[in-house]
């Protein structure tokens, strides 16, 4: 599921407007405002995300008489994140007897009109073949007691297997883990991979270590790619990174939920701003502590971090998993 709340404030002088609150075409509110109000709701999961606000009620005497009827959007919470709602809501006027239709880009609705927002397209999934991925695991799947998942920050590229923090956690917890990291790998498919492996293979640990977001939810999103390509991802920029985690949000946590129910699940990512994001989300629960990894040095490439970090990161994995034992 997902969370939405929505913050309205009116004014008006003889009637207040008339809305109709709709989030991914479902209606969660149709009515008179009154008073400021906050709307909260669960709503299911999507793929595109969307809301519309229906205002009407401003009639041509109430111009006349100069009367004000005005809604207000506050603020727009998605699973947490405040969406950019001055930024990229846009109020269609309509239906007013005095004025010919026009857009306008404002939160402030004092004309009849709908006002709407929509949240670029963004793919979840986890329906592809990962033959292609195995060869590039440095383990091949098995039962374990922690399964380690990522792109090449655990795969540990450039560096010796020993070096990696896969490598490291098993020495310093006893505990058996493999280290399915593909480099250059995205969200979609770590998730295809995790999935493939719990069809069939048991782990007490599941650790999920993702990269950028903006890696894999837009284009061919079964291809490896160690360079994000930014062609097809304008809007997804524009948006900005609070768009990209409060619309994946839902979808994440109800996977991690899934997982959860016969193993305990950690989940982080190595870049801090979508940390930070995260932690605004019910994905919360599962989140790893953050080790800024720009603080150490780095691999043999000079761009993954190296084994310093991979040492002090284990450290944190393993007191968490001893926690929960």
């Known amino acids: 599921m997902n969370s939405i709340a929505i913050s309205l404030a009116t004014k008006y002088d003889s009637a207040p407007a008339e809305c109709r609150v709709s989030c991914c075409g479902e209606v969660v509110f149709d009515g008179p405002v009154k008073e400021d109000f906050v709307l909260q709701k669960e709503i299911p999961l999507f793929d595109n995300f969307s809301i519309s606000i229906v205002k009407k009620g401003k009639t041509l005497d109430m111009v006349h008489n100069k009367e004000e009827q005005v809604i207000e959007i506050k603020k727009i919470m998605l699973n947490g994140i405040p969406l950019k709602i001055s930024a990229f809501g846009q109020f269609n006027i309509s239906n007013n007897p005095y004025l010919n239709e026009e857009r306008l880009q404002t939160n402030c609705l004092n004309l009849n009109g709908t006002w709407t927002l929509e949240l670029p397209h963004m793919i979840f999934d986890s329906s592809m073949d990962i033959k292609n991925y195995q060869k590039d695991m440095r383990d091949n799947f098995s039962d374990c007691d922690v399964a380690c998942f990522g792109c090449s920050q655990t795969y540990g590229l450039t560096l010796e297997e020993s070096q990696t923090w896969p490598s490291h956690l098993a020495d310093q917890s006893g505990l058996l883990v493999k280290n399915y990291g593909v480099p250059g790998s995205n969200i979609n498919q770590i998730k295809c991979i995790v999935d493939k492996f719990v069809e069939s293979h048991q782990a007490k640990t599941i650790i999920i270590y993702a990269p950028h977001l903006w890696r894999g939810l837009r284009g061919d999103i079964t291809k490896i790619k160690r360079d994000i390509d930014w062609s097809d991802r304008k809007d997804l ?81 393993t007191k968490l998993i001893q926690k929960s034992q």
């Open 237 to 317: 920029i524009m948006h900005g990174e609070e768009h990209t985690v409060a619309n994946l949000a839902g979808k994440l946590k109800t996977w991690l939920d899934g997982l959860a129910v016969n193993r305990k699940i950690l989940f982080g990512t190595y870049q801090l701003d979508q940390d930070l994001l995260y932690r605004k989300t019910a994905v919360e629960t599962y989140m790893i502590p953050f080790l800024q990894g720009e603080d150490y040095p780095k691999a043999p490439d000079g761009y993954h971090f190296g084994q310093q970090f991979n040492i002090d990161f284990a450290k944190i994995l």
